[in-house]
T-cell receptor, first 113, second 117 residues
Framework: QQQVKQSPQSLIVQKGGISIINCAYENTAFDYFPWYQQFPGKGPALLIA?????SEKKEGRFTISFNKSAKQFSLHIMDSQPGDSATYFC????????????FGIGTKLQVIP | DAGVIQSPRHEVTEMGQEVTLRCKPISGHDYLFWYRQTMMRGLELLIYFNNNVPIDDSGMPEDRFSAKMPNASFSTLKIQPSEPRDSAVYFC???????????????FGSGTRLTVV
């Protein structure tokens, strides 16, 4: 049962372009949506996160857009760089004390020069 | 801090053998997680501990899998007997909860790539 659907599974973007990764969730109890970035040979690391009380959150070149009514959220990477090449996971959970995190399947991003 | 330390980095074993993966969490973190990552299923939570106590092992695929955390600085994940379908990257992660606010910025180890032939 995949509660967080992520697409595409792979993405190739030219340097300077915009990378867009989309996620959709089913459980309306989710209220915290983190994105993780994983470089080859490393474990995932928290990149940016959003709560549903805002529609957008920006940190540097990374922006999360959130559509609560559609139960969708997306990661935009502006001015994509080869150093951004990694696998990106969207996730969803419930805030407060620990609740199980549901991860998307992951998107392998390759930024070509 | 050296981060979450996992060993070994790579393990190749024959079907039927026992495999033990090791993890040292970050000092002061009171949550420890074991995840499995495969191309087909992505990241799956196998089990997690809070203050060295196993809280939820519902993700452990079979009785062949077991995990222990004898103290705050060490955990093991054991597979006995191992099977080819256990081949995956196994991650350990740790984090903390302070006053009911959980830190989802887990610190993951670099993983153990397990190959069962």
């Amino acid at each position: 049962q995949q509660q967080v659907k992520q697409s595409p599974q792979s993405l190739i973007v030219q340097k300077g372009g915009i990378s867009i990764i989309n996620c959709a969730y089913e459980n309306t109890a989710f209220d915290y949506f983190p994105w993780y970035q994983q470089f080859p040979g490393k474990g995932p690391a928290l990149l940016i996160a959003i709560r549903p009380d805002v529609s957008e959150k920006k940190e540097g070149r990374f922006t999360i857009s959130f559509n609560k009514s559609a139960k969708q959220f997306s990661l935009h990477i502006m001015d994509s760089q080869p150093g951004d090449s990694a696998t990106y996971f969207c996730a969803a959970t419930t805030s407060g004390g620990y609740q199980k995190v549901t991860f998307g399947i992951g998107t392998k991003l390759q930024v070509i020069p | 801090d050296a981060g979450v330390i996992q060993s070994p980095r790579h393990e190749v074993t024959e079907m039927g053998q026992e495999v033990t993966l090791r993890c040292k969490p970050i000092s002061g973190h009171d949550y420890l997680f074991w995840y499995r990552q495969t191309m087909m299923r992505g990241l799956e939570l196998l089990i997690y501990f809070n203050n060295n106590v196993p809280i939820d092992d519902s993700g452990m695929p079979e009785d062949r899998f077991s995990a222990k955390m004898p103290n705050a600085s060490f955990s093991t994940l054991k597979i006995q007997p191992s099977e080819p379908r256990d081949s995956a990257v196994y991650f350990c992660a740790s984090s903390w909860d302070r006053g009911g606010t959980f830190n989802y910025g887990y610190t993951f180890g670099s993983g153990t790539r397990l190959t069962v032939v």
